[in-house]
């Protein structure tokens, strides 16, 4: 959903953006920041164990209150992953510095407040807490509330791959789905590493994978990268790969290929006019031929005729 407003009606769109967050999230009270417009939008969709949704806005200060946890069932961890913009984050006498790629986790049953000055935008996930507290298990350390996550920290692996699903889910929501069911253990990984602990069970194995396939998204397009390359680069055995990735049928090499085929879907409907054969080998195919037979197994059809459905769409 979005509101936008001029100067003129900046309360009265305040007031029904209030009421947009409180309903999407939880509670809350927000001031309006200095400007002669206003602008919100709020899109979301619901993930096995978690809410996921991405948000953009023009300044403001977003408040949680003792009022509006009185009047909450139930409590949530949110995580923020910032996507432009800059913010504090306050809760529990912290206060977090959050720039774009950064993460930060707070908990909906304390009082929190955002100050968040000019355009910013956020991927928002939240998880019940009775959920996340299954995962860590009994024993887990207090919450790392208001503690920044930093993007080249091991914890960045995780805001990486929920800032990645939310931009999927507006594209191809079924590989969203696919893709999230690891995303609560994910989380666990990330609050254990923030709360200074080192992950173990399958939070860490979820944890691994992710880093993997992090890896593997940033050197998909290069012909000679092999499984070997794959675990060298993540100090991991060929072994532990082919574990981590053993519910995928056809393992890691079909993995591999099908982030090949995204890389190579992107680039067709992005330049209708580039050759098949340069797509090939700019998105890791070794040869034409194989490419023609990876993108027709994974998406029923040519690259041609992909090419002609994507220019239809666009023509619309």
Known sequence: MEIA??????????????????????????????????????????????????????????????????????EFLLVSILTEGSGLLHQDDRVALVRPGDMVFYDTSRPYHWDLDGQWSQVVVQTPLEVLRQQLGPGSAPLPTAVTVTADSAGGVVAGFFRDLARIQQSAPGHAAVLADNGVKLLASAVRLASGEIPSGQPAQALSREQVLSFMRTRCADPSLTIDDIARACLVSRRTLYRLFGDVEDGLSAVLRRMRVECARTLLARDPGRATATVALASGFASERHFFRAFRLETGMTPGEFRMLASSAMSI
């Open 5 to 74: 407003q001029t100067r003129a009606g900046v309360r009265e769109s305040f007031a029904e953006w209030e009421s947009l967050l409180s309903e999407s999230y939880v509670p809350l009270m927000v001031e309006p920041g200095d400007g002669d417009t206003f602008h919100g939008r709020i899109v979301r969709s619901s993930q096995p164990g978690f809410d996921l949704s991405t948000v953009s806005a023009g300044g403001q200060r977003i408040r949680r209150t003792r009022r509006g946890i009185a009047k909450t069932e139930g």
